[in-house]
């Protein structure tokens, strides 16, 4: 089974400017999350989907970052202006069911993308 | 690969030999908890998981031992071999269905 695909591995921009991340999740997964990872840190939470809707972006700074799953598999998150406190990697994971626990509802993470902000 | 965090606590471990690793959690309500393993360059693996209703469970190599008196859980790997050094998280359903994850521990096995 191919796992979650991320693109790309890492980009490296200067404050303000703009950046896109793209991820395709494990084939039928119908729920779909962007992670956070600060570098010493545990991931967190920004979006999560549910096909192509949001059930949770609580947590996602909309002032500057946006995400999409328009039709319902791949999904893009993008941040503008980018500031300095927005390098980390960006996780995507996918799970076939909604909500956490185990068996269908255990989530599969990608590679990340790493952003660098100078 | 880039490195996951840098100054985690860091257990350095013999190969062959056991390997506990703590966590302690903030949410007395908390009912689910997962172990994850996060290698160099890659995203975070599942490796256990446990429900609040149970004290201890097992897996391959791995158990995990939950306290809810002192909001402590702990993985123990046996007979740790070089593929398992990594970093290791745990983490815990909120009220919010969501998972939170805690600060990681590096696992350094020495061949």
């Known amino acids: 089974e191919a796992g979650v695909a991320q693109s790309p591995r890492y980009k490296i921009i200067e404050k303000r400017q703009s950046v896109a991340f793209w991820c395709n999740p494990i084939s039928g997964h119908a729920t779909l999350y962007w992670y956070q990872q600060i570098l010493g840190q545990g991931p967190k939470l920004l979006i999560q989907f549910q096909n192509n809707g949001v059930v949770d972006d609580s947590q996602l700074p909309k002032d500057r970052f946006s995400a999409e799953r328009l039709k319902g598999v791949d999904s893009t998150l993008k941040i503008q202006p980018a500031k300095l406190e927005d390098s980390a990697v960006y996780l995507c994971?996918?799970?076939?069911?909604?909500?956490?626990?185990?068996?269908?509802?255990?989530?599969?993470f990608g590679a990340g993308s790493r952003l660098t902000v100078l | 690969g880039e490195s996951v965090g840098l100054h985690l606590p860091t257990l350095s471990v013999q190969e062959g030999d056991n390997s506990i690793i703590n966590c302690a959690y903030s949410n007395s309500a908390s009912d689910y908890f997962i172990w994850y393993k996060q290698e160099s360059g890659k995203g975070p693996q599942f490796i256990i998981d446990?429900?609040?209703?149970?004290d201890k469970r097992q897996g391959q190599r791995v158990t995990v031992l939950l306290n809810k008196t002192v909001k402590h859980l702990s993985l123990q790997i046996a007979a740790t071999q070089p593929g398992d050094s990594a970093v290791y998280f745990c983490a815990e359903r909120d009220g919010n269905n969501r998972l939170a994850f805690g600060k990681g521990n590096q696992v350094v096995v020495i061949p």
């Open positions: 994971a996918s799970s076939l069911r909604r909500g956490v626990g185990s068996g269908a509802n255990v989530l599969t």
């Open positions: 446990i429900r609040s209703n149970m």
